[in-house]
T-cell receptor
Framework: DQQVKQNSPSLSVQEGRISILNCDYT??????FLWYKKYPAEGPTFLIS?????DKNEDGRFTVFLNKSAKHLSLHIVPSQPGDSAVYFC????????????FGTGTRLKVLA | GAVVSQHPSRVICKSGTSVKIECRSL??????MFWYRQFPKQSLMLMAT?????????EQGVEKDKFLINHASLTLSTLTVASAHPEDSSFYIC????????????FGQGTRLTVV
């Protein structure tokens, strides 16, 4: 049972345009969400996070939006840069538990120069 | 920021041998560390939660006797793949969270295990 899903396995965007990566979850107990970026043969690196009490968090070019009623979050990258090309994973946790991270299946973003 | 170091980054071993992977939190104490496995073009699959001073908690379907986890100190967790077989070949990643810091976990560099 996939509790966190990223339905788009890949996305191509032109440099300078906006990249929108989507993530859906099923477990209503999740109360904290994170986005990680991963290059091949490396561990994921943290990008941005959002608590379930918020609906938006912004950090530079990265903004995460959370729609709790729809159990949906998205990561916006604007403007997109070629260096943003990587696989992006969303993750969800329940902070009252063991902080066990549940990851989505990932979306491969390719930013075209 | 918090750093998690994983070693080795790459290992090739013969079928039937055991391989140990280390995960260290370099500038914080981690009472809990997590071990993941990633198959090609797939998500990070949580294998087990490593608890300092106690037994690890394994996810459903993960063989405890195959993937031995030891968390002997607050900065070190080890994953031993016992009697490795080619189907154990994968990318293994550990993570840890600084309990005194923010909520995000930090990940090691990963270990590419190839069993021949």
């Amino acid at each position: 049972d996939q509790q966190v899903k990223q339905n788009s396995p890949s996305l191509s965007v032109q440099e300078g345009r906006i990249s929108i990566l989507n993530c859906d979850y099923t477990n209503s107990m999740f109360d904290y969400f994170l986005w990680y970026k991963k290059y091949p043969a490396e561990g994921p690196t943290f990008l941005i996070s959002i608590s379930s009490i918020k609906d938006k968090n912004e950090d530079g070019r990265f903004t995460v939006f959370l729609n709790k009623s729809a159990k949906h979050l998205s990561l916006h990258i604007v403007p997109s840069q070629p260096g943003d090309s990587a696989v992006y994973f969303c993750a969800a946790i329940t902070t009252s538990g063991t902080y066990k991270y549940i990851f989505g299946t990932g979306t491969r973003l390719k930013v075209l120069a | 920021g918090a750093v998690v170091s994983q070693h080795p980054s790459r290992v090739i071993c013969k079928s039937g041998t055991s391989v140990k992977i280390e995960c260290r939190s370099l500038d914080f104490q981690a009472t809990t560390m997590f071990w993941y496995r990633q198959f090609p073009k797939q998500s990070l699959m949580l294998m087990a939660t490593s608890n300092e001073g106690s037994k690890a908690t394994y996810e459903q379907g993960v063989e405890k006797d195959k993937f031995l986890i030891n968390h002997a100190s607050l900065t070190l967790s080890t994953l031993t793949v016992a009697s490795a077989h080619p189907e154990d070949s994968s990318f293994y990643i550990c993570s840890a969270r600084d309990p005194t810091g923010d909520t995000e976990a930090f990940f090691g560099q990963g270990t590419r295990l190839t069993v021949v």
